[in-house]
């Protein structure tokens, strides 16, 4: 799916819609993809309309006062140390963890969460920011929540 920057952030809200407590979200995607501009959108969907910033030194963001509450993570700094700070208390914990550069956790990630796959296209980013997006459902419970997300 091919999205400009406006209608990512209604894509993203829509599906923060149907999230529930303690979904996982890994937003998989270089530099630039649009990957806090995604969250921007989650925590819309999650009726958060406080001012999201990349959690990129502060490692975590905690958002309240929405539906739900929001664990925006970025793991890109912690290198091979997920021990660094207790990611089991935002994964398993009664809001929506989102965790920027997720890949990079290998075999540290969860079995079971929404892999969301951003990638910029080069040939028209430029001129109206367009970016691919692909969901990749890991487990029973996230296929589950796309049959329920019609696109």
């Known amino acids: 799916m091919k999205f400009n ?11 923060g819609r149907v999230l529930t407590p303690g979904d996982i ?7 630039g993809a ?3 501009t995604f969250v921007k959108g989650l925590a819309l969907g999650l009726e ?13 963001r905690e958002y309240e006062g929405g539906r ?3 664990y925006h993570m970025d ?5 091979d140390d997920p021990d660094s700070f207790d990611m089991d208390d935002y994964l398993f914990g009664e809001g929506v963890s989102v965790i920027e550069w997720g890949e990079l956790l290998g075999q540290d990630l969860p ?9 910029k296209y080069a040939e028209s980013y430029e001129t109206d920011g367009a970016r691919e997006i692909r969901l990749m ?15």
């Open 68 to 70: 739900l509450p929001l």
């Open 75 to 79: 793991v890109y700094r912690i290198g």
């Open 111 to 119: 079995d079971a969460y929404l892999e969301i796959i951003l990638d």
């Open 48 to 60: 958060i309309h406080q001012m999201i910033k990349s959690p990129t030194y502060t490692i975590v």
């Open 34 to 36: 649009g990957k806090t």
């Open 5 to 15: 920057e406006k209608e990512m952030l209604a894509f993203a809200e829509k599906l």
């Open 137 to 151: 459902p890991h487990g029973e419970h996230y296929q589950e929540l796309l049959g329920k997300f019609a696109l």
């Open 25 to 31: 979200i890994v937003l998989t995607g270089e530099l």
